[in-house]
Structure formats: C-alpha cells, structure tokens
C-alpha cells in the first residue's frame, strides 16, 4: 500500500476542490493506503466544530470525522488557524495542530502528493 | 539517507491571494522539518516564480505601510537568507517591463544567496528535477 499526502489550501466552501479532496482520501484509505490531509490558508476552516450543514453548502465535518475514524491524519496550520479565530477549543477532536514543516516531513515520506492550491 | 527535492512553482500574484506567501513559508519550512525526520533525511526546495508571480520579487514592497502585513519581499528576503534557491522566470519579467535591477536581495540582511533570472527551460529542469512539484 503506498502513502499519499494531500495538501489542501481551498476554503470548503466557495469551490468544490475541497469535496474532491474529502472523496479523494476517502478512497484512498479504503482502499488501504495511508493518507495524510495537511490544511493551510484557508482550508483551515474545515477544522471547527459545530458546522451547520445547509443544503447550499458543502460541509466537512462529518466527513473529516469519518476520515480521522480510518485513520487519516489530518494537521492544521496552527498559525493559519488562529489567525482567523478558530482556538483549539473550537475544533475538531482528534485533528493535530502543527507547522508547516509537518506538510514537507510527510511529503518527504508520501510515495503520491497532491497539492491542491489556495483560491 | 535520502533527499526529497521539491519545485515551489509561484504562479499567482501577491496580495490578490494568499499564494505566494504560503509558497514561500512554506519552502521555509524546510529549515525545521528535521526535527520530523530521521537522521540524513532531508528535504530541498526550489523556490520559483512564473507568469504574475514574478512581481513578488518586485523590490520596495510597502505591505507594512499600506497594510500592515509583512510584505512578500521580506518573505523571499527571508528564503534567500536561509540559503534557499530562488529562480524568477527572465521571460515572465521581460514581458511586465522589469528590469533586473527591479529585482530583490537580502544584501542588507547579510543573505549569500541571490535571486537567480533565468530562461523558462531552467525552471522547467527544476520541475523535471523534482520528486514533487507544488503550484501555488
């Protein structure tokens, strides 16, 4: 089984890339390989709990959930995170707070990466 | 014992999205992600800036004065003093006019390292070069 990291840098809402990314490593961790989901900029957002999912608007939460129930690890941008008001007290559980040095550390050892850029 | 090479390739311009800056803290980054890895691992960055890009190499950004923000220049500033490659398309910049006396340092910062203007294909071997190629 091979290793894919997927850097994530689109807001959940406002495009679909960040659904494609959600359905992405979905499939990937079923299928048995390890996935890694760094968030930066402004897919930070994806973090914070209590997400109301409206029909017009994707949402994350529950996905993301799933995804750390397989396994998936899934990092924040701490710097990007705060910056825009979100403490740790309002995310999600189980989801790491790091630097951006843990996005290359896990490129370093991804055998796939796929870098889906900012709006 | 292994090295991850990596090509930044910086096509949006700064200010009008967070991009450029990401790419370039992001390149950064790679000064600490030892602390990540094994003994003798290492990741490279090359850092390069194409098509709208090219003007975060602009010199004598004042992003602290009308915004108060750091500017991207002191971002690559910043990537050059820690020794960083750094390639801006010659192309790119010819076609906004720049010249390279337009372009950036970190000569006052005491950087070794210069922004290098070179043709398309350099940045293109850089690509080729690279284990993973991140566009922003």
């Known amino acids: ?119 | 014992m292994a090295d991850t090479k990596l090509a930044f390739i910086v096509q949006r311009p700064p200010y009008k999205s967070e991009n450029p800056k990401l790419a370039v803290t992001h390149a950064i980054s790679y000064q600490t992600v030892e602390i990540l890895l094994e003994d003798g691992e290492t990741v490279t960055p090359t850092l390069c800036f194409i098509g709208e890009g090219v003007l975060a190499c602009l010199k004598g950004q004042k992003a602290m004065e009308h915004y108060g923000i750091t500017s991207t220049e002191m971002h690559v500033k910043s990537a050059l003093l820690v020794d960083l490659n750094v390639l801006v398309c010659k192309e790119d910049i010819d076609r906004f006019g720049i010249t390279e006396d337009k372009i950036l340092d970190a000569d006052d910062m005491g950087a070794d390292k210069k922004i290098q203007v070179v043709p398309y294909d350099a940045i293109q071997k850089a690509i080729e070069s690279a284990n993973h190629v991140l566009f922003f």
């Open chain 1, 1 to 119: 089984m091979a290793t894919l990291t997927i850097g994530i840098f689109s807001s959940l809402i406002g495009s679909m890339s960040f659904d494609f990314a959600l359905k992405l490593a979905e499939t990937a961790a079923n299928k048995g390989h390890k996935v890694n989901l760094w968030l930066s900029g402004n897919a930070i957002g994806l973090v914070k709990n209590n997400q109301k999912h409206l029909k017009d608007y994707s949402t994350g939460e529950k996905p993301l959930k799933a995804l750390l129930e397989k396994g998936v690890e899934v990092c924040t941008c701490e710097a990007c995170t705060l910056a825009r008001g979100i403490q740790k007290t309002d995310a999600i559980g189980g989801v790491q707070w790091n630097a951006m040095h843990w996005y290359l550390a896990k490129i370093h050892h991804s055998d796939r990466v796929l870098h889906i850029g900012g709006e």
